[in-house]
């Protein structure tokens, strides 16, 4: 009994065997079906890289053309303006510009104008004790608020004002 027992299970380990042969015999044919779909995979990819390098290619060279054509046409452009530049119109002498006289104020009257309006910021500064900000003399003195920062310090680098945060106050 226990020789027929020991001939069964052989038998049965001899059935399994070539079961599992054939499974994976099954999982070879099944790895290289995909092997082979993968490798087409790929070599579509590299066709469509290859097409998309040739038309990115012929899109360079169509700009390419296109850069040159407009670098001709700008040429052409700037020579044909400096030749209507060039060309020289005479005028009549009727219309012909006349030179006129022009005064230049002296150094002196410009001093005098500075100078008295330094004397209005002093003497708007000294009506208001409590201090004032350039942009309340801007209106009253009817002068730009830039030109009173100007002033503003340079009566402070004179020693004439003191300045604390925005305030000015006489010295």
Known sequence: EVAKLIEGFSGEDKERAAEVAGLIAGFNDE???????????????????????AEVAGLIAGFKKE????????????TKMSAKEKKIV???????????????????EIEEKEVSIEEKVLEFIEKHPEGVRIGDMEG??????????RIAKKLLDEGKLRKEENLY???
């Open 169 to 171: 106050f006489l010295l």
């Open 67 to 78: 850069r040159e054509e407009a670098s001709i046409a700008w040429k052409e452009l700037l």
């Open 140 to 149: 009253p003195l009817g002068v730009m608020r830039m030109r009173l920062g």
């Open 31 to 53: 790895d290289k079906a995909r092997a082979t779909e993968v490798a087409k995979l790929i070599e579509g990819f590299s066709g469509e890289d290859k097409e998309r390098a």
């Open 90 to 108: 005479s005028i009549p002498e009727a219309l012909e510009p006349k030179e006129k006289e022009v005064s230049i104020p002296e150094a002196t």
